[in-house]
């Protein structure tokens, strides 16, 4: 963990990215600098995100580097302390909590160590800088959170199970947090993307060619989903699904029976192997 390396000027909304060295979490950073941000840029990696920060300020904005690990507690409270306690700082007006990861497998054969550093950083990490800033959020009457789940949220994941569960929890938790401040001027938003090209798949030692059917039609890229988050996020939409085949599976796991869902995602999941 690291001291942020620069202290950002005012003037600009301030949003800090978790998971900005790498993929969609990375996008999301250029678009919100895009927009006229500056940012809080969170991941272990430092000098993958000193290369975006040098990226982004060249294009004008301020930029923070907080190198931290989100699955250790130290991690997860130096990232709490600077979203809760700016001190001498600005305070942060968007949260992006886009950081995480999944393994696959059957459950009884992977190591319980992976499957609990899953929940530390997909949900662990994701409440507790959550409840960090939100309450000066709503104090402000403005502002809002992007909490990253996916498309695994809609349904159980057999061969995923650790990973689809944090991401159910993820998308349950944005929707009721929502509710409970609709009318404060915060946004509170969710991010469900597929299928989607980026370290997602080598760090879960999966194939990315071994899908049929559907699946194999529904991948994306990271600036697409990403775009179409930041989208949904400015819109203040409650949850945003990228990708018309996304969307016909979120909408359509709701009809299906609870057995057939089962059966058809640990089909899917299967493929990855
Ligand atoms: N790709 C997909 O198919 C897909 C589908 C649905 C949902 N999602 C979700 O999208 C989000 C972004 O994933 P991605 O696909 O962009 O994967 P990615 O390319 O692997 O990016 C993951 C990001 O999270 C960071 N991260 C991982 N472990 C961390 C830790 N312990 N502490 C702090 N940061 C950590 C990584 O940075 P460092 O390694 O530098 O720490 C990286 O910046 C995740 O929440 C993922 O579950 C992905």
Known sequence: MSEPSAPVRSGRPLALVTGASGGIGEELARLAARDGHDLV????RAE??????AELRRDGAEVEVV?????SDAGQAAVEARLAEP???????VLVNNAGFGTVG???DLPVEGELAQIALNVSALVRLTRAVLPRLVDAGRGGVLNVASLASFEPGPGMATYSATKAFVLSFTEAVREEVVGSGVRVCALCPGFTHTGFQERAGVRTDGLAGLAALAWQDAPEVARAGWEGFAADRAVTVPGSLNKAAAFSVRFAPRSAVRKLSARVVRQLH
Do not use: I, Q, S, T
């Open 67 to 71: 190198a931290a690990d989100l699955e």
């Open 106 to 108: 059957r459950f009884v």
């Open 41 to 44: 840029l969170v991941a272990r």
């Open 87 to 93: 001190g001498g700082r600005r305070p942060v007006d």
């Open 48 to 53: 993958r995100l000193e290369e975006l920060a």
